[in-house]
């Protein structure tokens, strides 16, 4: 086995953590079904909602380029809101034209919105019905998307979620990695699993209906994204064990997720090095390349897409970057845990938002780099601060190994387009 880092003296698991519980500004969960939608190949996204929720996905999802798109909006009207209409039963048609004209959708879930939310649409029951009506064809789950009840990625922990308690019973001693990641780096992961002998591996979501997803007492799942916190207490209830690991971000993420999942499935540490040292080299070498402009440079995370704790941890550990404050909506010891063990104390630990407040934190810090939502972004760099979006973290490939230097080179690039614009401003303020 290669080295370690060792741990830090003092991590921030037993930090104090500053709660705010005040206005947020993030999007709100239907944002997931961008990603979903393309990982899910058999699946279908009905949001039962307004035209804001409509415009929020057409925009959040660039131009509809898609022949057949695997989401769509249905539009409650004001006299739908007003009580006038009954609701079930315009749903019930549009779902029954959408199936007649789509026979590839397997899957459809109703998504919640604050509108169906506000007149307590129950989609819940909803789903049951259309599930009866079209089995076994077509499954129909319902989950919330609202921006009342969800921040950004809780969108994909709620769909997540209401899928587990309709996977089928298994008794096997299966690996089950939870989370979406693009389709070319869970093959990379399924890759190093495949090597060290691990499996049968199964993955939530699946990209197909079809794939042999199930759970049990003797299934050990992973979590790959650090926002699955409902999805994890319901695998729990049915009985599977977490394997409790930082998350795979960086060498020392990946390299420290992939031990825990290969300790839970005892290889050998000649087995796990043979596997893993290539890999850990060129992450390694590729970090280095990137992370000149990152060392030494102070950061400040607004809470927005949950993956916070991990990124801090991984500029602070591998990319000699200095937390000031790591913002997350929610943190959890059981997800977050392992991964705050390994940030060296120091900044502050917030949760939760009282956006005011933390904006005069992070101005009276004048951090080097700013990691925020797309509403706070440019009012902070009209300050002169250097900001990335925390969302392009969630679209972007950066998990495992072989994404590790692009990770590093994302926050590299804000702090070089600054050091730019900045050397702009320098020559003309000098003609
Ligand atoms: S669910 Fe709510 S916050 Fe999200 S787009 Fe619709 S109205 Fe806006």
């Given at each position: 086995?290669?080295?370690?880092?060792?741990?830090?003296?003092?991590?921030?698991?037993?930090?104090?953590?500053?709660?705010?519980?005040?206005?947020?500004?993030v999007?709100?969960?239907l944002?997931?079904?961008?990603?979903?939608?393309?990982k899910m190949?058999?699946?279908?996204?009905?949001?039962?909602?307004?035209?804001?929720?409509?415009?929020?996905?057409?925009?959040?999802a660039?131009v509809?380029?898609?022949?057949e798109?695997r989401?769509?909006?249905?539009?409650?009207?004001?006299?739908?809101?007003a009580?006038?209409?009954?609701?079930?039963?315009?749903?019930?048609?549009?779902?029954?034209?959408?199936?007649a004209?789509?026979?590839?959708?397997?899957?459809?879930?109703l998504?919640?919105?604050?509108?169906?939310?506000?007149?307590?649409?129950?989609?819940?029951?909803?789903?049951?019905?259309?599930t009866?009506?079209?089995?076994?064809?077509?499954?129909?789950l319902?989950?919330?998307?609202?921006?009342?009840?969800?921040?950004?990625?809780?969108?994909?922990?709620a769909?997540?979620?209401?899928?587990?308690?309709v996977l089928?019973?298994?008794?096997?001693?299966?690996?089950?990695v939870?989370?979406?990641?693009?389709?070319?780096?869970?093959?990379q992961?399924?890759?190093?699993?495949?090597?060290m002998?691990?499996?049968?591996?199964?993955?939530?979501?699946?990209?197909?209906?079809?794939?042999?997803?199930?759970?049990?007492?003797?299934?050990?799942?992973?979590?790959?994204?650090?926002?699955?916190g409902?999805?994890?207490?319901?695998?729990?209830?049915?009985?599977?064990?977490?394997?409790?690991?930082?998350?795979?971000?960086?060498?020392?993420?990946?390299?420290?997720?992939l031990?825990?999942?290969?300790?839970?499935f005892?290889?050998s540490?000649?087995?796990?090095?043979?596997?893993?040292?290539?890999?850990?080299?060129?992450?390694?070498?590729a970090?280095?390349?990137?992370?000149?402009a990152?060392?030494?440079?102070?950061?400040?995370?607004?809470?927005?897409?949950?993956?916070?704790?991990?990124?801090?941890?991984f500029?602070?550990r591998?990319?000699?970057?200095?937390?000031?404050?790591?913002?997350s909506?929610?943190?959890?010891d059981?997800?977050?845990?392992?991964?705050?063990?390994?940030?060296p104390?120091?900044p502050?630990?917030?949760?939760?938002?009282d956006?005011?407040?933390?904006?005069?934190?992070?101005?009276?810090?004048?951090?080097?780099?700013?990691?925020?939502?797309l509403?706070l972004?440019?009012?902070?760099?009209?300050?002169?601060?250097?900001?990335?979006?925390?969302?392009?973290?969630?679209f972007?490939?950066?998990?495992?190994?072989?994404?590790?230097g692009d990770?590093?080179?994302?926050?590299?690039?804000?702090?070089?387009?600054?050091?730019?614009?900045?050397?702009?401003?320098?020559?003309?303020a000098?003609?």
């Open positions: 086995m290669t080295e370690h880092m060792p741990p830090p003296a003092q991590g921030c698991r037993n930090t104090p953590v500053l709660k705010e519980r005040g206005q947020r500004e999007f709100c969960g944002t997931g079904i961008i990603w979903l939608h393309r190949q058999d699946a279908f996204f009905l949001v039962v909602g307004s035209r804001t929720c409509a415009h929020l996905l057409q925009s959040a660039g509809m380029i898609f022949a798109p989401f769509a909006t249905a539009i409650l009207e004001e006299s739908d809101l009580g006038l209409n009954d609701a079930h039963a315009e749903l019930d048609r549009t779902v029954s034209e959408l199936l004209r789509r026979p590839d959708i397997r899957q459809l879930f998504v919640g919105s604050c509108p169906s939310e506000v007149i307590k649409l129950d989609l819940g029951r909803a789903a049951e019905r259309l009866v009506e079209h089995a076994p064809r077509v499954r129909v319902n989950y919330s998307g609202s921006g009342i009840e969800t921040t950004f990625t809780e969108g994909e922990d769909c997540l979620a209401s899928m587990v308690p089928p019973k298994t008794d096997a001693r299966e690996l089950l939870v989370g979406a990641l693009p389709d070319v780096v869970e093959d992961m399924l890759a190093l699993l495949d090597a002998g691990i499996g049968p591996v199964r993955l939530l979501p699946a990209r197909s209906i079809d794939a042999n997803t199930a759970v049990g007492s003797n299934t050990k799942f992973a979590l790959v994204q650090p926002f699955l409902e999805t994890h207490d319901a695998l729990t209830r049915r009985g599977a064990a977490h394997i409790a690991a930082p998350f795979p971000f960086g060498d020392e993420g990946t390299t420290a997720w031990r825990a999942v290969a300790d839970a005892d290889v540490d000649a087995t796990f090095a043979a596997v893993t040292d290539a890999p850990r080299a060129r992450a390694r070498k970090i280095a390349q990137a992370s000149d990152l060392t030494g440079k102070s950061v400040f995370f607004f809470p927005d897409s949950q993956l916070e704790i991990p990124l801090a941890r500029l602070a591998e990319c000699g970057m200095l937390p000031v404050e790591v913002g909506p929610y943190i959890r059981a997800l977050h845990g392992p991964d705050l063990d390994l940030l104390e120091g502050t630990i917030s949760e939760g938002q956006v005011d407040k933390q904006l005069d934190r992070c101005l009276a810090a004048r951090p080097d780099l700013t990691v925020c939502g509403g972004a440019n009012p902070l760099e009209a300050q002169g601060l250097s900001t990335k979006w925390a969302i392009e973290l969630v972007t490939p950066v998990h495992f190994y072989e994404q590790a990770l590093a080179a994302l926050f590299a690039r804000s702090l070089k387009r600054r050091a730019v614009l900045d050397r702009g401003a320098s020559a003309v000098a003609e």
